[in-house]
């Protein structure tokens, strides 16, 4: 079983990250609360696991894709949890978005018992997930990375390897996940403007596209709102949680951030009228306009 | 003569079309009131001409690269104005970001006079308008198409023809700016955030550039801002001007533009500091961190 990968969470990163390994012929348990994608992922070969604690039993390697640091402590040390079987000598790679300080923590208690942690978020998105095609910006101790190197190239093409220390990859990420969110509110802003002074909002996407105003998230996203398509590939309240992580580290480090600060007034606005599970692209709601 | 280009305004982008236009065989009269700038244009095969008068007598086309709208109605009916020795037919391409109604006004009063306009805004900064790659969204009557294209083609890769009304094209870059304003400000925010949480500068750089995190201006900018390399490409108090002109259009569509009115904060912030005239990446010095 020593090659084995146990992937928790298996949402569009998640999944994407467990279909990844299957087609790189890695065996590959994965624990999910949702029975349709249990479901999905055995019909695509993996083997479905109850608990993380059945999922993690003599893993080599085994995947946090939770949505946050409860979740990630939760599906760890919680009723059923993964740690206790994982053993010895596994490895944890902690992909969720999280406070630096969390991941730091995590990776000492994870020490404590045996288990080596990489801190490991990730990004690209759901299209690249499931083409095994991420980027994972990680730190954590070399052993770590001897050991899951095999099955971080099995799910993405750019694996940073940030350093021996943990709390690096979560820095980096929340740097991503500052700009990440501050664009998607902006796309959502100069979409409202431009179309509310008369412009054609696939003329807009296709020349903003072409000039120094686009930014990755606006060719990701803006395709949502011409679409009039909101149906959840990142929700709102993801935005919540990673720009609050954001403010919180700022407030910390006693930085003041006006710009994600008024990203996240407008994710957390968007979230009390009720959008918090919508696409994150819906924040374009609160302008008024109608695409 | 009625082949001849004549640009107005040799700063970055003007007199990266001008060497442009030389380079595809036109005549080129160019206009500039540093003296400087003029013995270069002159060395690379251009014409220097005293006033926008002498410079325009004649011309086929005429370029405005000046700063605003002031000075573009300036070098255009102000004392020695190009306006008045263009003559009929001749077609002024307005390419300085200004108001959309300014626009609309100008083409107005240029027609009165038999001179078309083309309302023309360019993008992609001064490394692509050297080598003859801007983008160009312009709008204005077909006439004015037929007859500044060859002159167009010669200094854009891209020229998106937005339909015969003036206004369109500021209208565009307008929304474009608002992007643009709202990414350097990002970019320089989060760069000092992870400085400050002690990740190295060269580090997020690399890997942002390879995230979702990423966007056209994170990837220009940030080099300024990790050399500490403030000498103005293009300066502080642009973005003053033009997040000004998408706060004030947005006002008059009646709507909020949060992101927008925090990173123009911050360009007017600098600005107060008397970093107006550094480059625009220089709102990183408001975070107080080195590079």
Redesign the interface.
């Known amino acids: 079983m020593s090659g084995d990968a146990c992937v928790i969470g298996l949402g569009s990163m998640g999944y994407g990250a467990a279909a990844s390994l299957l087609r790189a012929g890695k065996r590959v348990r994965g624990v999910d609360v949702r029975p349709d994608v249990l479901q999905r992922f055995a019909g695509a070969g993996g083997v479905p696991a109850a608990t993380p604690e059945e999922g993690a039993r003599g893993a080599a390697v085994l995947f946090t894709f939770v949505v946050n640091a409860d979740q990630t402590e939760e599906v760890l040390f919680g009723p059923n949890g993964a740690a206790a079987t994982l053993g010895r000598g596994g490895v944890v790679v902690a992909c969720a978005t999280v406070p630096?300080l969390f991941a730091e923590k995590l990776s000492e208690r994870l020490g404590a018992m045996g288990v080596l942690m990489l801190d490991a978020p990730v990004?690209?998105?759901a299209a690249k997930a499931e083409a095994g095609e991420m980027?994972i910006?990680a730190s954590g101790p070399q052993e770590a990375f001897a050991r899951a190197q095999p099955f971080l190239d099995a799910i993405a093409t750019?694996v940073?390897r940030?350093g021996d220390k943990p709390g690096?990859g979560s820095?980096?990420k929340?740097?991503?996940?500052?700009?990440?969110g501050?664009?998607i509110?902006?796309?959502a802003?100069?979409?409202?403007?431009?179309m509310?002074?008369?412009?054609d909002g696939k003329?807009?996407y296709?020349?903003?596209s072409?000039?120094?105003?686009?930014?990755?998230?606006?060719q990701?996203r803006v395709p949502h709102i011409i679409d009039n398509d909101f149906k959840p590939r990142s929700a709102v309240d993801i935005f919540v949680k990673d720009l609050g992580i954001?403010l919180e580290?700022?407030e910390a480090?006693t930085?003041t951030?006006?710009?994600?600060?008024?990203?996240h007034?407008?994710f957390k606005t968007a979230s009390a009228r009720g959008l918090g599970r919508e696409d994150d692209a819906a924040v374009f709601k609160l302008?008024g306009e109608k695409a």
């Open positions: 630096p990004s690209g998105g980027t910006m750019k940073y940030l690096t820095r980096v929340m740097v991503n996940q500052l700009l990440a501050v664009h509110a902006a796309a802003e100069a979409m409202a403007l431009g509310r002074a008369g412009i003329v807009l296709e020349v903003i072409n000039s120094a105003g686009s930014s990755w998230m606006f990701n954001v580290t700022g480090l930085m951030l006006p710009i994600a600060a008024a990203a007034r407008q302008y």
